[in-house]
T-cell receptor
Framework: NAGVTQTPKFQVLKTGQSMTLQCAQD?????MSWYRQDPGMGLRLIHY???????DQGEVPNGYNVSRSTTEDFPLRLLSAAPSQTSVYFC?????????????FGSGTRLTVV | GENVEQHPSTLSVQEGDSAVIKCTYS??????FPWYKQELGKRPQLIID?????GEKKDQRIAVTLNKTAKHFSLHITETQPEDSAVYFC???????????FGKGTKLSVKP
């Protein structure tokens, strides 16, 4: 099993550009989520999904869109990149929304917006 | 919604000493409290968790305690080793169907 796979690992964007961060898991987890990690701010929830076709907003959803067409994939779209979106992004999956038995995190995407 | 406060933000100890990290939560309905360890440049990984019907849980050198009345929980690491150096995150799950909300993290440095 590959676990949770995130691509790309690094990305530099210009302000106003759009892009999609990819996340795929092969553990048949129903729950998937996106977090951003900023220095001194911990992990903040952007969007989450409890199953294919179901998504909802987390703590910091503005400027991001998600969709969940399959159980395996949960891409995160930046609509018009801003410097404030410079961060490390982690995708996570779990058997349950509440994280029983732990979240499996991807290796992260380091995004810089200039 | 749930809010999790974590202290201290940085902690430096000598090898062999104990380290304690404390977290408080706001939602009295929260019932699940995991701790994650993130080594430099790596992804967070679950190291221990506790549920609201348990007061303490141990796993070798790591223990977690929970005080539901005061709404706080703590991570205790004994006989610290250099490989314990990392950022530690506490988290709380709001209610029975809530998402995990993370604290801001504690950077632990263990000096040889």
């Amino acid at each position: 099993n590959a676990g949770v796979t995130q691509t790309p690992k690094f990305q530099v964007l210009k302000t106003g550009q759009s892009m999609t961060l990819q996340c795929a898991q092969d553990m048949n987890h129903e729950y998937m989520s996106w977090y951003r990690q900023d220095p001194g701010m911990g992990l903040r929830l952007i969007h989450y999904s409890v199953g294919a076709g179901i998504t909802d907003q987390g703590e910091v959803p503005n400027g991001y869109n998600v969709s969940r067409s399959t159980t395996e994939d949960f891409p995160l779209r930046l609509l018009s990149a801003a410097p404030s979106q410079t961060s490390v992004y982690f995708c996570a999956s779990s058997w349950s929304r509440g994280g029983d038995y732990g979240y499996t995190f991807g290796s992260g995407t380091r995004l810089t917006v200039v | 919604g749930e809010n999790v406060e974590q202290h201290p933000s940085t902690l430096s100890v000598q090898e062999g000493d104990s380290a304690v990290i404390k977290c408080t939560y706001s939602d009295s309905a929260s019932n699940y409290f995991p701790w994650y360890k993130q080594e430099l440049g790596k992804r967070p990984q679950l190291i221990i968790d506790i549920r609201s019907n348990v007061g303490e849980k141990k796993d070798q050198r790591i223990a977690v305690t929970l005080n539901k009345t005061a709404k706080h929980f703590s991570l205790h690491i004994t006989e610290t080793q250099p490989e314990d150096s990392a950022v530690y995150f506490c988290a709380a799950r709001g209610g029975s169907q809530g998402n995990l909300i993370f604290g801001k993290g504690t950077k632990l440095s263990v000096k040889p």
